[in-house]
């Protein structure tokens, strides 16, 4: 890899590569990983599963409410890394297709600048969400270790109920093996606030490099005819009509950039269903357990706002790639029409408009074709929180952005919970 692509890709290999999924580690390296990162997240899932499963033998309803969301992320987290680990191959050879392309244009220093551009883009947000979703999630797994130490300064006493970031007490003798639970559970967050930074930006990188050639496209579009001459041979012979050459050139960057998107699209749709899936689950249930402890548990319920906050800034940078991808191949058609094509021949033309046809629909990310990822899909549900204090209860009110379904309230009271449906 050019060194000056590594240096914008630095930051992505290195999470990647804690995980054992950046595809130029050498097999020894991704095996000595797999050994230690695996059964952590392994066992993590493990307890939090057994400690629900126990919790509902146990008639412990709010254990297992508690616990629900934190299985449900570690479910979701699951899905991008197998994912990722069972489409391997597609994902190294998306990352040998940049290196290609980087050693293309380099050498054309205005399509360099372009690619760079984007490149720079991608390091930024990748820096940007590193950033910000360690600040959201460390109010979570904080509360715990605070606890722990007012407990040792003689603050409080927590020595009857010993916090954990999930329960498990029902599964787990929780006092004889307390501390190994504690540092494992920090361990296994942080594995997995990892996976999502680790796949979701670089599946941003992604995209951006198709961006970047969307953006070489664009230039050679408005390039291609090089004179601004009207006595245009309509009839001229390939061999010798040089724009044809370009628009030749202009078709074929084209129809890469099909190939990359669609390799892109398979890798990933599946995955996509079900990270949406769990994501929806798990905000509808983060949600909910703030509004029932907003008032009798302040700190447990900005724990879990921050952990919505979180899951939603997820769902955001899931679709905001395909919202990215759609922008800049949808403005191909556009391209070209706007060059020199009127400048240019007949067979040249021609060419032009099979580009046209496959570019009268932009691209998109899917998952499994059911939901398309975009700022439009992310937006189109709309979380609504009224806590009606004079009644003694709390609603939460899910809006459909699409002016025909039902709304849906959720009526919690002290000891029981409803649902109803009433028409908009």
Same mark, same amino acid.
């Given at each position: 890899?050019?060194s000056t692509q590594?240096e914008y &890709?630095? &930051?992505?290999?290195y ?5 054992g999924i950046? !595809?130029y580690?050498t ?9 230690v990162?695996i059964p952590i997240i ?16 146990a008639?412990d309803i709010?254990?297992?409410l508690?616990?629900f969301? !934190?299985?449900? $992320?570690?479910?979701m987290?699951?899905?991008k =890394?197998?994912n990722?680990?069972?489409?391997f191959?597609q994902m190294?050879?998306?990352?040998d297709?940049?290196?290609e ?5 380099k050498k054309?220093r205005n399509?360099y600048?372009l690619?760079?551009e984007?490149y ?11 950033a910000f979703?360690?600040g959201l999630i460390t109010?979570?797994a904080a509360?715990?270790?605070?606890l722990?130490?007012a407990d040792?300064l003689g &603050?409080c006493?927590?020595?009857?109920d010993?916090p ?7 599964f787990v003798?929780?006092d004889k093996?307390y501390?190994?639970?504690l540092v494992?559970s =920090? ?7 990892? $996976?999502?930074?680790a796949?979701n930006?670089?599946?941003?990188v ?12 664009r ?6 005819v ?7 041979k309509?009839h001229?012979n390939?061999?010798?009509?040089k724009? =044809?050459?370009n628009?030749r ?9 099909i190939?990359?998107?669609n ?5 990933n ?6 990270q949406i899936?769990f994501n929806m689950i798990c ?6 357990q703030a509004v029932i402890n %907003?008032?009798e548990?302040a ?6 706002i921050?952990v919505?906050i979180s ?15 759609s ?8 391209f070209t ?6 400048l240019?021949? %007949?067979?040249?033309r021609?060419l032009?408009m099979?580009?046209l046809?496959?570019s009268?629909? !932009?691209l ?6 059911f939901?398309?990822?975009?700022l439009?899909?992310f937006?189109?549900?709309?979380f609504i929180?009224?806590i009606d ?5 709390r609603?939460?009110i &899910?809006k459909?952005?699409?002016?025909s379904g !039902?709304?849906r %309230?959720?009526? $919690?009271?002290?000891k029981f919970y409803?649902?109803i449906?009433?028409?908009?």
């Open positions: 890899m050019d590594y &890709l630095r &930051l992505n290999k999470l990647l590569f804690t995980i950046w !595809p580690q097999t020894l390296q991704r095996s000595l990983v797999a050994i990162f392994v066992a993590q899932v493990i307890l939090q599963g057994g400690g629900m499963i126990t919790a509902i033998t008639n709010d254990s297992l508690e616990g969301a !934190p299985f449900m $992320i570690s479910l987290c699951l899905a =890394y197998i990722f680990f069972y489409n191959k190294k050879r998306l990352l297709i940049m290196r392309d980087w050693e293309i244009y054309l399509e600048d690619l760079c984007q720079a883009i991608g390091k930024k947000i990748t820096i940007s969400f590193v979703l360690f109010p979570f509360m715990p270790l605070l722990n130490a040792a &603050l006493n927590i020595s009857d010993r954990l970031a999930f329960r498990v007490e029902h003798d929780v093996y501390f190994p639970l494992h =920090y361990i296994g967050t942080l594995a997995y606030t990892t $996976i999502v930074l796949i930006s670089i599946i941003a992604y995209v951006l490099h198709e961006s970047g050639l969307c953006e070489v496209l230039f050679k579009l408005e390039n291609f090089e004179s601004d001459a009207m006595d245009v309509l001229a390939k061999r010798d009509d724009w =044809y050459e628009a050139d202009c078709v074929i960057l084209h129809k890469h950039i190939e990359f998107a390799i892109l699209e398979d890798a749709t599946t995955s996509y269903l079900l899936g905000v509808s249930f983060t949600q909910f %907003i008032q548990n700190a447990l319920a900005f724990r879990y921050s919505t899951l939603l800034c997820d769902l955001l940078f899931v679709s905001w790639p395909g919202q990215q991808l922008d800049s191949t949808e403005r191909i058609f556009e029409t706007n060059g020199k094509w009127y240019s021949s %007949i067979n040249c021609k032009l099979m580009m046809s496959k009268i629909t !932009p998109k990310l899917t998952a499994y074709k939901y398309t990822l975009n439009e899909s937006s189109a549900v709309r929180f009224y204090r004079s009644l003694n209860r609603q939460v &899910l459909l952005n699409d002016h !039902p709304y %309230i959720i009526i $919690i009271n002290t409803t649902y449906d009433i028409d908009n």
